[in-house]
């Protein structure tokens, strides 16, 4: 498929939908969960049927809560503040796993684009500058999309223990702020059942 028709497609304008905007790190957790899904032969998860670790808070983030229903909300997605482009896999149905990591040379930052983008932050980019910006930010995000995947990750199976389904327990009021806490996150201070705020306070 060309880069026109990947950015086209259903699920690539989902993640735009979602993300806010077009750019290359989104482009890149699309290539990733697409990969790692493939691998894994897995669908996307309804429930908690697969789980992702992410090694990044960037753009391809949220990319991959999308693509995998993995998602912060759900519990099966969970982040490693590492600053590596990668993805881990894991499936509750067939206990494999899959680690999806860009490899170091993939995708070399290009001067100009980091001249404009340095530009566009401290407030100095004229019209031109942006018109350059915008082209070559859709021309980084094609490239991405079309590189061979070979190119592009590094993929490995992988035997990660599987982290614990989520938990949900009624609250309780904390003795202190009479917030509601789910019970399992009150802490014992003084005698108190306490909040991580006020227990931390
Ligand atoms: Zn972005
Ligand atoms: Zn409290």
Same mark, same amino acid.
Do not use: W
């Given at each position: ?7 086209? =497609? ?9 993300? *806010?905007?077009? %750019?290359? +790190?989104?482009?890149? +957790? ?26 990044? !808070? ?14 912060? *909300? ?9 600053? $590596? ?5 894991? =499936?509750?149905?067939?206990?494999? *796993? ?30 031109? !500058?942006?018109? @350059? ?23 490995? $199976? ?5 982290? @614990? ?23 014992? $201070?003084?005698?108190?059942?306490? %909040? ?6």
């Amino acid at each position: 498929m060309s880069a026109e028709e990947i950015m086209d =497609s259903e699920d690539f304008r989902k993640c735009v939908e979602f993300h *806010g905007h077009l %750019c290359p +790190g989104l482009s890149m +957790g699309f290539r990733a969960a697409k990969t790692a899904m493939e691998r894994l032969n897995a669908l996307r998860s309804e429930d908690e049927e697969i789980v992702a670790i992410v090694e990044t !808070d960037a753009c391809c983030a949220d990319a991959i809560q999308v693509l995998t229903g993995c998602t912060f *909300g759900k519990g099966n997605f969970i982040y490693k503040d590492h600053g $590596k482009v990668a993805v881990t896999l894991l =499936s509750r149905n067939t206990g494999e *796993g899959v680690r999806v990591v860009l490899k170091p040379d993939a995708f070399k930052p290009d001067p100009a684009h980091m001249a404009l983008i340095q530009k566009i932050t401290s407030g100095t980019a004229d019209e031109n !500058d942006r018109k @350059a910006f915008d082209g070559l930010h859709l021309k980084r995000t094609g490239d991405v999309l079309t590189l061979p995947e070979e190119k592009l990750f590094t993929v490995q $199976k992988v035997n990660v223990e599987l982290p @614990a389904r989520a938990q949900i327990a009624p609250s309780v009021p904390c003795d202190f702020c009479r917030e509601g806490v789910m019970g399992t996150k009150l802490q014992k $201070k003084n005698g108190k059942n306490l %909040c991580r705020a006020c227990a931390g306070g």
